[in-house]
């Protein structure tokens, strides 16, 4: 694979991932308004996900490899997008978007002077829904965290937490990543800024947040391939219908409003 | 004003929150819509599997969007039923939980394969866009302003679903069979999503009287048939031998053979009675009852924000 493949492929599966977990939330979520709100998010991160496939597929692949009949152990996203939640769980997507969508943000602004014009060119619409996302999660975080509640995004962070850190998890190209100034910052100098971040706001909230260094990592850390049970469960429950039904190509409806 | 004034007055769009209405048109109202806004939350549940089973990208898109605007036209519909001043959404939306809200037939029988998909996102759907056109002339103003929007995109979500049922049909041997055989249990119901014949109708009578429905049970049903027989049998799908509709060449009307119909099951339903309604009734609860503590924490939030502009 090549390093802007690489590039892609881990932008594409997070993004994808955390949106075919988002929509769990549609209909079940707390109130009417957190239900649009979520499905927003996830309808988003779909769409940032079709962008970078796009993009693959420009550089020759198709979408049936790319999603359908792309084996589990070939996905690259980050083991934090692909847990499953636990029912009535509400803090979990709370935690894992804001911890999700501030790592975002700052990959993408070192995307937006990438030496690839590809990349560099469509990062701006992707940013710019990104925002939202943050602030949508921080301020159910504030609310969450006041009272009896946040003894449950407590429980999320620290589950979450040492998962979240595999978005930095370099890839076998990362040097070339960076050397070719696909990325224009390494992804340690990027985790560097994310604990800048959401450290200092988490502790501000009276949350705990585990010591880096000192945390217990999953054995699995997705951008390698390896994965938690909960991604093979999923990964079988999308393409199971796609599978049973046959057709020659997955459909297209590009400028049907889709 | 009084009843008999109302129903002189009854017409398009006659009435807003600022009359002053009968009890009876404010409850026939309130009960018209919420079951209307109790369909869109119900529907959504059952659509939303299809989200997973999307084959396509595009696909899945579109069914997550088809999904929220569910949601979004249950938030603009229990807002309207409001404003009639019988009922809270929160007590509306708890009566559901409670199994008393009442919903469409249809989505009382739960799904689990995409080949349901076009049944719930063509058919059903197509038969909703019928009625919800003929809503947009309902005499309370608030509801015909949610159906302008809500026409508006359902319109979408039935392309989508003829777009599904074409491109099966156009598939495999195998998948064809399936959607047939799909279709001949769901047809029965989707016939039956019209309701009852206009003389064993509870609140046809009143509901026309009074503007808020425009057009009958029956007469709905005969623009669904007219409408929906031919688009099933152009994508090559046979109408099941019962329920016995005949097109009368003469009349140029589908005539329906009502007795074929199970009528027990539909009043069963229509009670939530209904075994499986209990499962999709229950299930709801389940969920809705998780969620419970997070609406208990943003109230105990929004007092606490409250407080110091009450101490001023």
Request: glycine content about 6%; hydrophobic content about 35%; aromatic content about 12%.
């Amino acid at each position: 694979m090549t390093p802007t493949d690489e590039l892609l492929f881990r932008l594409a599966d997070d993004e994808y991932v955390i949106a075919e977990r988002y929509t769990e939330w549609q209909i079940y979520a707390p109130t009417i308004e957190s239900d649009l709100a979520l499905a927003n998010i996830a309808q988003d991160e779909f769409g940032h996900a079709r962008l970078w496939y796009d993009l693959l597929e420009e550089r020759g692949y198709e979408e049936k490899n790319l999603l359908w009949e792309r084996a589990p152990e070939d996905f690259r996203h980050s083991t934090l997008c692909e847990l499953a939640f636990e029912e009535g769980d509400w803090a979990d997507p709370v935690v894992r978007s804001y911890l999700y969508d501030t790592a975002e943000r700052l990959r993408l602004e070192a995307l937006v002077d990438s030496s690839e014009p590809a990349i560099a060119s469509r990062v701006g619409k992707v940013l710019s829904e990104e925002g939202y996302h943050r602030e949508h999660a921080q301020s159910w975080l504030e609310r969450l965290s006041e009272g009896e509640s946040r003894e449950r995004v407590q429980a999320a962070l620290d589950r979450l937490f040492p998962h979240a850190l595999s978005l930095f998890e370099p890839g076998e190209n990362e040097r070339e990543i960076v050397s070719e100034g696909l990325r224009t910052e390494s992804l340690f100098d990027l985790r560097e800024e994310w604990f800048e971040i959401t450290i200092p706001y988490l502790e501000s909230l009276g949350l705990s947040v585990p010591e880096p260094e000192e945390v217990e990592r999953p054995e699995v850390r997705g951008r390698d391939g390896s994965h938690t049970a909960d991604w093979f469960d999923l990964h079988e429950s999308f393409t199971s219908t796609y599978h049973e039904l046959g057709f020659d190509q997955p459909t297209r409806l590009r400028g049907e409003g889709a | 004003m009084d009843l008999e004034e109302l129903k002189e007055r009854a017409g398009p769009r006659a009435f807003s929150p600022k009359d002053d209405l009968p009890e009876e048109y404010r409850k026939a109202a309130t009960r018209m819509i919420q079951f209307h806004a109790n369909s869109e939350v119900m529907g959504g549940y059952l659509d939303k599997q299809f989200t997973r089973q999307a084959p396509s990208l595009d696909r899945k898109l579109a069914c997550t969007a088809k999904v929220q605007d569910e949601i979004g036209h249950a938030q603009l519909l229990y807002r309207a039923a409001e404003t009639l001043g019988v009922k809270t959404r929160e007590e509306m939306l708890e009566e559901l939980e409670r199994g008393e809200g009442k919903f469409l037939n249809c989505f009382h029988y739960p799904v689990d394969s995409w080949y349901e998909a076009p049944m719930i996102d063509f058919f059903v759907d197509g038969g909703a866009m019928r009625r919800q056109a003929t809503l947009k002339a309902t005499s309370w103003e608030p509801y015909a302003h949610a159906m302008d929007k809500v026409c508006f995109e359902e319109g979408f979500h039935v392309k989508h679903g003829e777009d599904i049922l074409r491109e099966l049909m156009g598939s495999s041997r195998a998948n064809r069979e399936r959607v047939q055989e799909t279709f001949d249990e769901w047809w029965p119901r989707i016939v039956q999503f019209f309701g009852p014949p206009n003389k064993d109708s509870k609140h046809n009578d009143f509901a026309q009287q009074v503007g808020l429905k425009t057009t009958s049970n029956d007469e709905l049903r005969q623009a669904f048939l007219n409408a929906y027989i031919p688009k099933a049998e152009k994508y090559g799908l046979e109408l099941p031998d019962t329920p016995r509709i005949e097109y009368d060449e003469h009349s140029g009307r589908y005539e329906l053979e009502y007795d074929d119909l199970d009528w027990e099951e539909f009043w069963t339903i229509a009670k939530n009675d209904y075994e499986r309604s209990a499962e999709q009734i229950g299930s709801r609860r389940r969920r809705h009852e998780a969620v419970a503590w997070v609406r208990e924490s943003m109230d105990a939030w929004e007092t606490s924000q409250e407080t110091p502009q009450a101490a001023d």
